[in-house]
């Protein structure tokens, strides 16, 4: 587990930009198919995890009560969880958050300064377009194929859960063999599983239920040999 802490609000731009680049550094990478190829990407996009630690920093409790207490980031092998003292503030509940713009800032003086700082290298503010962070989060999640944040008010603290397991990891991928196949006429089960990037073991189980339904050949009796290549039905 990679725990990062950060108590100083004054610098809180800096504190952020230093928190995305440890997390980035340690964040692994996956593989996504898109139609015929396979891209890796970061673990989790870098837009929902800057949002998360923004809101975090400009969200969290200055109270007496709260001082002290630090925003935290943990990342886990299956999820990446940030934390803040202080609950959601004003109007805002969970079910409202990312909806019509709505945002009440507790710390308003520091949500204008980060509106008006630029990071080094970019073109964006730290903050911008007031009350868009959640939908900018939930959207970078949607298209990097990840489950939405789970969002948790607990009065006294606030906490983003991100998972890491794709939506589409148990998808059915007869079709996306099937698209393979025409494109190239035969292939290895090894060219198969390294163009969806699945494991063989899973990409054998397809073939098998793909040769039930005699959608496909194989090219040798033996279909646990590693030189069987496989082809659509009928184009012997």
Avoid at 63 to 69: A, D, E
Avoid at 154 to 176: E, M
Wanted: proline letters at 3%; hydrophobic letters at 35%.
């Amino acid at each position: 587990m990679i725990c990062i802490m950060t108590k100083h609000v004054g610098s809180s731009s800096h504190c952020s930009g230093v928190a995305l680049t440890v997390l980035v550094r340690n964040t692994k990478r996956r593989s996504v198919v898109r139609g015929l190829y396979r891209e890796d990407v970061a673990e989790y996009p870098v837009t929902a995890i800057r949002e998360a630690i923004v809101n975090a920093l400009v969200h969290r409790d200055l109270s007496n009560s709260s001082r002290g207490t630090p925003v935290q980031i943990n990342m886990f092998k299956d999820r990446l969880v940030v934390h803040n003292p202080g609950g959601l503030y004003g109007p805002v509940t969970v079910d409202s958050l990312g909806e019509g713009g709505l945002s009440a800032p507790r710390n308003i003086w520091l949500m204008k300064t980060l509106e008006d700082v630029t990071p080094l290298g970019e073109r964006r503010a730290i903050c911008e377009n007031r009350g868009s962070g959640v939908g900018a989060m939930q959207n970078a999640l949607r298209q990097s194929g990840l489950p939405e944040a789970k969002f948790e008010d607990r009065i006294a603290s606030f906490r983003v859960t991100f998972l890491n397991t794709p939506l589409g990891r148990k998808r059915d991928r007869r079709d996306d063999i099937k698209i393979l196949l025409e494109q190239h006429g035969t292939l290895s089960r090894a060219e198969i599983s390294q163009a969806l990037g699945l494991s063989e073991i899973s990409i054998r189980k397809w073939l098998a239920v793909l040769r039930e339904q005699g959608a496909i050949t194989a090219t040798e009796t033996k279909t646990k040999s590693k030189n069987v290549r496989y082809r659509l039905a009928g184009l012997e």
